[in-house]
């Protein structure tokens, strides 16, 4: 199917509800949706929770399966599956991680990450499953490996940013680091050498056409050799990895480059953006709506345009959009009207 050429909508399959506070944040777990196993999802909530959701097989409608209390004491603002799927980190305000495991269908919380001295903003793991990074109001970055038996060792804190750390995220392939901020910029940060310890081997900010203000999400390609970020200067922008144009540094580590700026598309906030496996970028914002946009073919050079717009998606602030990892079309979004919703990417005839 030709996104350049069809018209399409964005369905609403299900609305799931259950949290009593906002939806800050939701993950669908990579193992599932394969091979028979029924998709799941996770949502965290200003209610202190996180709740499990599940497909049904038979009727593909959703249910919630679980909600994880009594751990945290504050809002849980991240939550992220480990590649395999078998563990869940949930970060919270609480200034704890912690480390939830599947056991026969019930969850367990079996480590909890603790050091951060306020609110932890986000969590993420690297793509073997050996580390976590968490960040926070401390500006601070934490890097944990991840130990037999779920336990987790603090191998290094990394402090550059001079504001609030909004999220973590390691690049889909290799293991480095990507964090955003208050601060209006994105660091990238590698690991030194045969050492443990972490240093930043590249700043993005307005120097570098970056952002003018907080910069709160970022995602990757499928490829890995570009990224989206987005930003409350009611913008998103395109970076990318070319290691044809820029001669690699001494440590084999490529620069990354502005190469487009998707502007006025959002009038207020834009707090989430997801990159799908399928090339399209999905944008969520203050203004309650969701936007898609994909790469414009049609002219010479990195250039992407609008695919659709989800006007009122929810009631209220759209705090998260995430595509699936398995269904290329279905997308999940999380809002401050306390519902989760699924959508499907669909052609109209």
């Known amino acids: 199917m030709d996104l350049l050429e069809g018209n399409f909508e964005l369905k609403e399959i299900q609305k799931l509800e259950g949290h009593t506070d906002r939806v800050w944040n939701l993950a669908w777990n990579p193992a599932t949706g394969i091979s028979g196993i029924p998709a799941m999802l996770a949502s965290c909530s200003g209610d202190k929770t996180v709740r499990i959701w599940q497909q049904n097989s038979f009727d593909t409608s959703w249910e919630c399966k679980a909600v994880l209390d009594e751990t945290h004491t504050r809002t849980v603002r991240s939550c992220a599956w480990s590649p395999c799927g078998k563990l869940l980190a949930t970060a919270s305000f609480d200034a704890t991680t912690s480390i939830w495991a599947n056991v026969g269908g019930d969850f367990e919380c079996v480590s909890t990450l603790e050091g951060h001295e306020n609110e932890v903003k986000s969590v993420s793991w690297n793509p073997a499953g050996s580390l976590l990074a968490t960040c926070s109001r401390d500006k601070s970055v934490w890097i944990w490996e991840v130990l ?111 190469v487009s700026t998707l ?70 979004s999380a809002s401050d009207d306390g519902t989760i919703k699924i959508w499907e990417l669909a052609s109209v005839a």
Request: aromatic share 10%.
């Open 148 to 258: 037999p038996g779920n336990e987790c060792e603090c191998l290094s804190i990394l402090q550059g940013h001079t504001q609030d750390v909004k999220m973590v995220q390691w690049h889909p392939f290799l293991d480095l680091l990507f964090t955003c901020s208050y601060d209006n910029s994105i660091k990238i940060w590698a690991e030194d050498g045969d050492s443990d310890d972490w240093h930043c081997v590249q700043t993005l900010n307005e120097a570098s056409n970056g952002h003018s203000s907080t910069v709160w999400a970022l995602s990757f390609n499928a490829t890995g050799d570009r990224m989206v970020t987005c930003s409350d200067d009611l913008s998103l922008k395109i970076w990318e990895s070319d290691p044809k144009a820029t001669p690699p540094a001494e440590d084999g580590f490529t620069p990354w480059r502005h």
């Open 263 to 332: 502007a006025g598309y959002h009038d207020r906030t834009i707090f989430s953006v997801h990159w799908s496996r399928e090339g399209i970028i999905a944008s969520g914002a203050a203004d309650d709506a969701i936007r898609l946009f994909v790469r414009n073919e049609e002219v010479d050079g990195p250039s992407y345009k609008l695919l659709l717009r989800k006007e009122k998606a929810h009631e209220m602030d759209v705090n998260a959009v995430q595509w699936s990892s398995q269904e290329t079309r279905l997308l999940a």
